[in-house]
């Protein structure tokens, strides 16, 4: 969550933000601080899909087993169903009014430095998506998989990756999408329809999460030495790829630091894949080790309250990022962001005390 933060204060108050898309030339980044600022912040969304398979295989577990009330299986996937539209409406009325804010205040040509999405479109009407999209739609879908074999999800992991590949391979930036693809399969834009966040490539990532609960469950004492040998393996095949040109959605050939860890992400590639997943699974076995050190409590106050911080975040960026309507320096940013955290421990502390008062059942447990 700190972490995304950066993200979305280069974009609401430096008025700088890079697109890093299937098909199309990326211009890179103007200098290593920019690029660092974005490369830190590519762990996040995939740490998103993968904890959120993780943590809907382990409540399902802890609630399927409750001493009080054990719910059925039906009960479960209606309570995921029930979320992940819950995600999507806040997508809706929440988040597009947050972004919106941001852009109202927006007097800089600087952001939006990427290039414009793939496909074809000329005016009419189109339903934009963003991440909530991605993680509602995944939701929704991944409350049919949790109780499948770990085989069987990683073999879904496996075939979103290999058909996503094969499926943007195949397709010319240029050409018009359809509006199910764009939902679906391939960040786009067309007639009815944009997406950065689709589902086919984004479930692989959730069920990826899901086969390592279920790891959790079976080998509770030696997942996270696992997690941290697969993770150095997913580097390892990642600095393999990436140095053959290969599994990047393009050549982008690189002749530096920054443009060697330009990735794709929208889809996301293999190597992109490779390399964000690899590290939160680093990151998972390091995490791990200082579990229950006082200095984390701001980062796992954020996590307890994450689609609240996320929401809330969106509009105290869109309101600081009031002050700088043609941008800033990156040093300015990061000043800017470090006190939106201050602001946001203490806004998270109150609801978190407000959300554990309330029915285990309450609509609020789901924020």
Known sequence: MMLMAIDHASA??????????????????PDLGWWFARFVSHQCAPGFFFLMGMSMVL????????EKEKWTTARIRQYFFKRGGLILLFMIFLEFPGWGLSGFFNASERIGTGPPLPGYFEGGFFFP??????????????????????????AITIFSFAFSTIYVGQLAPDEALNPLAVLLFVPGITF?????????PWIGV???????AKILRAYPKQVY????????????LFVLLRSMEWSNFQLNEYHDVISYFSLIKYPPSISFFLWTVGMNLILLFLFAQISGQKWLKPVRLYGQTAMFFYIVHLYLYA?????????????????????????????CARFLAFKKSTDPDSLWRMV
């Open 129 to 154: 998506t963003t991440v909530l999209y991605g993680l509602g739609i995944c939701m929704i879908v991944g409350a049919l998989l949790w109780r499948l074999a770990k085989v069987w999800l990683l």
């Open 225 to 236: 030495n696992y997690a941290l040998f697969n993770g150095l393996i997913f580097i390892v």
């Open 319 to 347: 309101l600081m990022g009031a002050a700088f309507p043609t941008g800033c320096s990156i040093y300015v940013m990061y000043m800017v962001w470090a006190m939106g955290l201050v602001i946001l421990y203490f806004i």
């Open 12 to 29: 609401m108050v430096a008025r700088t933000h890079f697109t890093e898309v299937w098909g199309l030339d990326f211009a890179g980044y």
């Open 192 to 200: 009815g329809a944009m997406s950065i966040y689709p589902l086919i």
């Open 59 to 66: 409540f399902a577990y802890k609630r399927s087993t409750s």
């Open 206 to 212: 959730t069920t990826f999460g899901m086969f390592w």
